[in-house]
């Protein structure tokens, strides 16, 4: 569970999070980060690709592009990947250095020009050799050679994720390419290359990665030089590891950076838990049941429990409640509380979860505070501004008091 992972080894982030929401500072829907974890497991990855000689991009889909928690990432791992044109966009707005676009979502055909002279990337990745085409005139325009990467297509994608070039079609496409000047075959990708095995507790590695790894032996055989085998999926303190078992190049980090990564949930991963979401109790039911505020109840977050109560003590005393979310067919407006019998949980009350998330694509806020060394703990950002009372920003000490900002 990724909530007795936070309970465990991050509590101080439960209790700061529970008291801003008790002091009005935070409104219930609101995802708090701890950046000084965020930073301390970028630097983590960053060392160990280093020493394994593999290469990173930071995927910061999943925080929304937060400007607060890319500024930590990129001391460690300088270049994003931009999982669209939304979130180049994103990350170029706040001055971030994007490496890598196109994959998983093909950049729209106008868009190019102006997207590449704003980045620059260093990799742009191909679906088919019509967007080739329209890379390789918007390179020749800013009179530059675009390194490019061949998506490859094992069959192992998620629905509205297919598309790119089989092990067979890989000669024919980087051909192709060899004959627009503006274009350079740097190597090949795909995604994902590593799959979490729920029943093995481990990672595996996908067909994906299989077709990558036959699809960049072809290639080299037929004397392209491929530089980068890039295989997403999964990167994290215990993937990288097998990227460099199977001779990948390099990996794109997300949820490892937030530690909510699949074996966060079994209590054993290296990465610090750094997210916790906090809501409020907002109806009570006859059955003595209660609803929750929704927002940013992720469809595929697997959230069973949630800790509640009216204040910091009373959220780490109690034990946690049942949890059920709408079906992803629903809007996710409540999610249901299912106390045990004879505990009410009143109306109001603090109720903070922990799961995997995907923020870029919910309704919620997101607030960032960070540990100082005297253990106060300091709200950093909260994106966007909420409505409401002037209340006193506010920290939390090591020991959960608060105290007003200086």
């Given at each position: 569970?990724?909530?007795?992972?936070?309970?465990?080894?991050?509590?101080?982030?439960?209790?700061?999070?529970?008291?801003?929401?008790?002091?009005?500072?935070?409104?219930?829907?609101?995802?708090?980060?701890?950046?000084?974890?965020?930073?301390?497991?970028?630097?983590?990855?960053?060392?160990?690709?280093?020493?394994?000689?593999?290469?990173?991009?930071?995927?910061?889909?999943?925080?929304?592009?937060?400007?607060?928690?890319?500024?930590?990432?990129?001391?460690?791992?300088?270049?994003?990947?931009?999982?669209?044109?939304?979130?180049?966009?994103?990350?170029?707005?706040?001055?971030?250095?994007?490496?890598?676009?196109?994959?998983?979502v093909p950049i729209?055909?106008?868009?190019?020009?102006?997207?590449?002279?704003?980045?620059?990337?260093?990799?742009?990745?191909?679906?088919?050799?019509?967007?080739?085409?329209?890379?390789?005139?918007?390179?020749?325009?800013?009179?530059?050679?675009?390194?490019?990467?061949?998506?490859?297509?094992?069959?192992?994608?998620?629905?509205?994720?297919?598309?790119?070039?089989?092990?067979?079609?890989?000669?024919?496409?980087?051909?192709?390419?060899?004959?627009?000047?503006?274009?350079?075959?740097?190597?090949?990708?795909?995604?994902?290359?590593?799959?979490?095995?729920?029943?093995?507790?481990?990672?595996?590695?996908?067909?994906?990665?299989?077709?990558?790894?036959?699809?960049?032996?072809?290639?080299?055989?037929?004397?392209?030089?491929?530089?980068?085998?890039?295989?997403?999926?999964?990167?994290?303190?215990?993937?990288?590891?097998?990227?460099?078992?199977?001779?990948?190049?390099?990996?794109?980090?997300?949820?490892?950076?937030?530690?909510?990564?699949?074996?966060?949930?079994?209590?054993?991963?290296?990465?610090?838990?750094?997210?916790?979401?906090?809501?409020?109790?907002?109806?009570?039911?006859?059955?003595?049941?209660?609803?929750?505020?929704?927002?940013g109840l992720y469809?595929?977050?697997?959230?069973?429990?949630?800790?509640?109560?009216?204040?910091?003590?009373?959220?780490?005393?109690?034990?946690?409640?049942?949890?059920?979310?709408?079906?992803?067919?629903?809007?996710?407006?409540?999610?249901?509380?299912?106390?045990?019998?004879?505990?009410?949980?009143?109306?109001?009350?603090?109720?903070?979860?922990?799961?995997?998330?995907?923020?870029?694509?919910?309704?919620?806020?997101?607030?960032?505070?960070e540990q100082d060394?005297?253990?106060?703990?300091?709200?950093?950002?909260?994106?966007?501004?909420?409505?409401?009372?002037?209340?006193?920003?506010?920290?939390?000490?090591?020991?959960?008091?608060?105290?007003?900002?200086?």
């Amino acid at each position: 569970m990724f909530l007795d992972a936070v309970r465990r080894r991050n509590p101080g982030l439960l209790r700061c999070a529970a008291l801003l929401h008790r002091e009005g500072v935070i409104p219930p829907n609101t995802f708090v980060f701890d950046r000084g974890a965020v930073r301390r497991n970028a630097e983590r990855l960053a060392a160990r690709a280093a020493g394994l000689g593999l290469g990173l991009y930071y995927m910061a889909k999943q925080i929304a592009y937060d400007a607060q928690l890319v500024a930590v990432i990129q001391s460690s791992i300088p270049g994003a990947v931009a999982v669209d044109w939304m979130g180049a966009e994103a990350l170029l707005t706040q001055g971030a250095t994007v490496r890598h676009v196109g994959h998983l979502v093909p950049i729209p055909v106008r868009l190019v020009p102006s997207l590449m002279a704003r980045a620059l990337p260093e990799v742009w990745t191909l679906l088919d050799l019509e967007a080739a085409a329209a890379v390789n005139r918007a390179a020749l325009a800013l009179r530059r050679v675009q390194p490019v990467l061949l998506r490859i297509n094992g069959g192992d994608f998620f629905p509205g994720q297919e598309g790119g070039f089989t092990p067979e079609e890989v000669l024919t496409a980087a051909t192709a390419i060899a004959g627009l000047p503006g274009l350079r075959l740097h190597g090949v990708t795909s995604y994902p290359c590593f799959t979490w095995d729920e029943d093995g507790a481990c990672y595996r590695p996908t067909a994906n990665l299989e077709a990558l790894l036959l699809a960049a032996e072809r290639l080299r055989a037929a004397g392209f030089a491929i530089e980068q085998i890039n295989a997403p999926g999964n990167t994290s303190l215990s993937v990288l590891p097998l990227l460099a078992h199977y001779g990948a190049s390099h990996g794109e980090p997300g949820h490892a950076l937030t530690g909510t990564t699949p074996e966060q949930s079994l209590g054993r991963s290296e990465e610090e838990p750094a997210v916790v979401y906090v809501s409020e109790v907002s109806a009570q039911l006859p059955s003595g049941q209660a609803l929750a505020y929704g927002g940013g109840l992720y469809a595929r977050a697997h959230a069973r429990q949630a800790l509640v109560g009216n204040s910091p003590e009373e959220l780490e005393e109690q034990a946690p409640v049942a949890v059920h979310f709408p079906p992803p067919q629903f809007i996710d407006y409540q999610c249901l509380l299912e106390p045990p019998a004879g505990r009410r949980l009143p109306t109001g009350a603090t109720v903070i979860m922990a799961f995997r998330f995907q923020l870029f694509v919910l309704r919620s806020y997101r607030a960032v505070v960070e540990q100082d060394e005297q253990g106060q703990w300091h709200l950093l950002s909260l994106t966007p501004p909420a409505l409401l009372p002037s209340a006193p920003r506010s920290t939390a000490s090591a020991d959960g008091a608060a105290e007003e900002s200086k």
